[in-house]
């Protein structure tokens, strides 16, 4: 394993992020676009409003309930990253599923939030796993309870802007993609052998993915039968596998590789 970076190494990222939070408070207020509850697949059925919207969500709670069961066969992950935000993504995964499927039987922005809360679950956790794996988890293990905070009162916060009328996107925004440009950053300048990383990278490219099928919601719904929406669900739940993997291809102490 790679000695943890000294903390003056730290500054470009210090640097690199207090530029985003500065260019993002600089951004007049983003309120949240209500047509974006006007999905492409509105059928229902057996009874179910948006049923495929609703359904694909699935995916995330099988997703988080099979990895979940996995961590007892990894015990170097564990012991590079730490047990909480490990189970904290599963968690994640497991509630955005409840929740999303929630929010797709009647899209608004009251039903949004119980969406977006469990998805800053995963998206910090996650975070504040590559900081472990990279930086050290003596370092950055007290990262997580922070880094969890400030994902929830992001949608706190914006839910609360958008009831006084003043909706206000930002924070959320910083918190989901904040992340997204500096785990590559963070893979490529502190390299850990210990795993594998490119599976963390199919990670990033399954997120992305995922967000363009979101934006061709009708277009995939008119060329396949599914919408971009509900693809998105599929391929975002991907997470876990690739997740798993990267897990597995964790060193423990003597050597060999994990699975």
Request: hydrophobic share 55%; charged share 10%; aromatic share 10%.
């Amino acid at each position: 394993m790679t000695a943890p970076p000294a903390p003056g190494v730290l500054v470009p990222i210090v640097v690199l992020s207090l530029l985003i939070i500065l260019l993002f408070a600089l951004t007049p207020n983003i309120p949240q676009d209500l047509g974006y509850h006007d999905f492409a697949d509105k059928r229902t059925l057996l009874g179910i409003p948006n049923m495929v919207d609703v359904v694909s969500n699935l995916a995330f709670i099988v997703m988080g309930i099979w990895l979940w069961r996995q961590l007892g066969q990894l015990p170097a992950a564990i012991t590079m990253i730490g047990r909480a935000p490990l189970a904290l993504f599963c968690l994640g995964l497991i509630l955005t599923g409840l929740g999303s499927g929630y929010y797709h039987l009647a899209p608004d922005n009251d039903s949004l939030v119980w969406d977006r809360l469990p998805m800053t679950i995963a998206f910090m956790s996650f975070f504040s796993m590559i900081l472990n794996l990279h930086l050290g988890k003596d370092r950055c293990q007290h990262w997580l309870w922070p880094l969890l905070a400030c994902g929830l009162l992001s949608v706190v916060y914006w839910a609360y802007s958008e009831a006084i009328g003043a909706g206000d996107l930002r924070p959320y925004g910083l918190v989901q993609f904040l992340p997204i440009l500096l785990i590559p950053l963070i893979i490529w300048r502190w390299p850990q052998p210990a795993y594998r990383a490119r599976y963390i990278v199919l990670i990033l490219g399954s997120y992305l993915v995922a967000k363009l099928l979101e934006y061709l919601d009708a277009q995939m719904l008119a060329l396949i039968g599914i919408s971009g929406h509900s693809l998105k669900h599929l391929i975002a739940s991907l997470a876990g596998v690739w997740l798993l993997y990267a897990l597995r291809s964790v060193r423990p102490p003597d050597g060999r590789r994990q699975g």
